[in-house]
Nanobody
Framework: QVQLAESGGGLVQSGDSLRLSCVAS????????IGWFRQAPEKEREFVAH????????YYARSVKGRFIISRDNAKNTVYLQMNKLRPEDTAVYFC??????????????????????WGQGTQVTVSS
């Protein structure tokens, strides 16, 4: 059973950048699509970004498109989320998760949390104004 561990969160100022990492252990994720979600206090978990297993497909939430970049290094069993031009509204706990879809693609369907199986514990990102 694969396990996911997020890292790289922290406290930054508005306009700063952070890079989150999602490291898999217990099994390879080279054949697995991966998504990033986030959850702010008293809010529902929301989709952030998705990357297909080959890395050839990506999909972003409208709120982060143009600022965040998702990538992966299958040799390191790791998926990254580069977050640029951070805003206070990006403050949340960020989670990565395995997508149970077998398709090597990213689309609107990738935004549904119910599609995901294994979740990490999350990493806190706090952006001050």
């Amino acid at each position: 059973q694969v396990q996911l561990a997020e890292s790289g969160g922290g406290l930054v100022q508005s306009g700063d950048s952070l890079r989150l990492s999602c490291v898999a252990s217990g099994s390879t994720i080279t054949d697995t699509n991966i998504g990033w979600f986030r959850q702010a206090p008293e809010k529902e978990r929301e989709f952030v970004a998705h990357i297909s297993r080959s890395g050839g497909g990506t999909y972003y939430a409208r709120s982060v498109k143009g600022r965040f970049i998702i990538s992966r290094d299958n040799a390191k069993n790791t998926v990254y989320l580069q977050m640029n031009k951070l805003r206070p509204e990006d403050t949340a706990v960020y989670f990565c998760a395995t997508d149970r879809s077998g398709l090597d693609s990213s689309s609107l369907d990738s935004t549904r949390a119910a599609q995901y199986g294994v979740w990490g514990q999350g990493t806190q990102v706090t952006v001050s104004s």
